[in-house]
């Protein structure tokens, strides 16, 4: 089983920057997606990023393009989700998903880190 622990959520003022972290352990292959999501109050949860784990393709929500980065450290086992620009709307809670080749849906998930965006 994989399991996985966002961190680095806070608060911060609108044109900011924040860097979450998603700590991967378990039994992952090279072949692992990874990705952040995030929830908005009120709101389902969305797609904002995703990279293999072994490659350098990454995607990116049209709302995410040009202002987040994903990246991954394989040695040390973590995701990132460097976030430049922040704005109101990006306030959420964000988790961290793992899902491997073979699965359409994502099957793993973080408990979600808090990102508040003042104004």
């Known amino acids: 089983q994989v399991q996985l622990v966002e961190s680095g959520g806070g608060v911060v003022q609108a044109g900011g920057s924040l860097r979450l972290s998603c700590a991967v352990s378990?039994?992952?292959?090279?072949?692992?997606?990874m990705g952040w999501f995030r929830r908005a109050p009120g709101k389902e949860r969305d797609f904002v990023a995703s990279?293999?784990?072994?490659?350098?393709?990454?995607y990116y929500a049209d709302s995410a393009k040009g202002r987040f980065i994903i990246s991954r450290d394989n040695a040390k086992n973590t995701v990132y989700l460097q976030m430049n620009s922040l704005k109101p709307e990006d306030t959420a809670v964000y988790y961290c998903?793992?899902?491997?080749?073979?699965?359409?849906?994502?099957?793993?998930w973080g408990q979600g880190t808090q990102v508040t965006v003042s104004s």
């Open positions: 990279i293999l784990w072994n490659g350098g393709n990454a």
């Open positions: 378990g039994r992952t292959s090279s072949g692992y997606t």
């Open positions: 998903a793992a899902r491997s080749g073979l699965d359409y849906e994502y099957r793993y």
